[in-house]
T-cell receptor
Framework: DAGVIQSPRHEVTEMGQEVTLRCKPI?????LFWYRQTMMRGLELLIY????????DSGMPEDRFSAKMPNASFSTLKIQPSEPRDSAVYFC????????????FGSGTQLSVL | RKEVEQDPGPFNVPEGATVAFNCTYS??????FFWYRQDCRKEPKLLMS???SGNEDGRFTAQLNRASQYISLLIRDSKLSDSATYLC????????????FGGGTRVLVKP
């Protein structure tokens, strides 16, 4: 299995621009998670899906952030408009229904908003 | 108070030595616990689950103390390759598969 695949690996953009991060979970996994990691705040859960349905988006910072999962093999996290404080590493992770707590992470997207 | 707290370290460990560190959690109803490992500039990876009775996986031993609300990780015979940040993870259990990560404890094993 190729694991969780995220793109792009690095994204540099200017404040105010729209940013779209992409994720392909491991086939057969029922859960998909979006996390953000910074030095100051560590790993924060933004949103997670179960069978393509958003279950908890309480970690989404504000309306500028949105996430979708149109099918079992694809999810996006969009930031519009982006701000410098959004600079972070964004991780996507997936897990099977039988593996509560056992997440498989992608390699992450390093986002820099100038 | 943070939901999951860890000593950020770093813990400087001579190769071959034993190192142990704890993680405290605030939600007494938390149901499952895990240790993840994160190498520099890499993604977190599951190291081991933590069971109520304690469990071992090779040189790694995890313990859970529900009364005092902490979990621990002990690494025996440290290897240079054990250098990493160790993340404590708690699942409150009441909200599906929502995990809370601690800030991590950095371990540096030196020759």
């Amino acid at each position: 299995d190729a694991g969780v695949i995220q793109s792009p690996r690095h994204e540099v953009t200017e404040m105010g621009q729209e940013v779209t991060l992409r994720c392909k979970p491991i086939s057969g996994h029922d859960y998909l998670f979006w996390y953000r990691q910074t030095m100051m705040r560590g790993l924060e859960l933004l949103i997670y899906f179960n069978n393509n349905v958003p279950i908890d988006d309480s970690g989404m910072p504000e309306d500028r952030f949105s996430a979708k999962m149109p099918n079992a093999s694809f999810s996006t996290l969009k930031i519009q408009p982006s701000e410098p404080r959004d600079s972070a590493v964004y991780f996507c992770a997936s897990s099977p229904a039988s593996g509560v707590g056992k997440l498989f992470f992608g390699s992450g997207t390093q986002l820099s908003v100038l | 108070r943070k939901e999951v707290e860890q000593d950020p370290g770093p813990f400087n460990v001579p190769e071959g030595a034993t190192v142990a560190f704890n993680c405290t959690y605030s939600n007494s109803a938390s149901q499952s616990f895990f240790w993840y490992r994160q190498d520099c500039r890499k993604e977190p990876k599951l190291l081991m689950s933590v069971y109520s009775s304690g469990n071992e996986d090779g040189r790694f031993t995890a313990q859970l103390n529900r009364a005092s609300q902490y979990i621990s990780l002990l690494i025996r015979d440290s290897k240079l390759s054990d250098s990493a940040t160790y993340l404590c993870v708690v699942n409150p259990g009441a909200a599906g598969n929502k995990l809370t990560f601690g800030g991590g404890t950095r371990v540096l094993v030196k020759p």
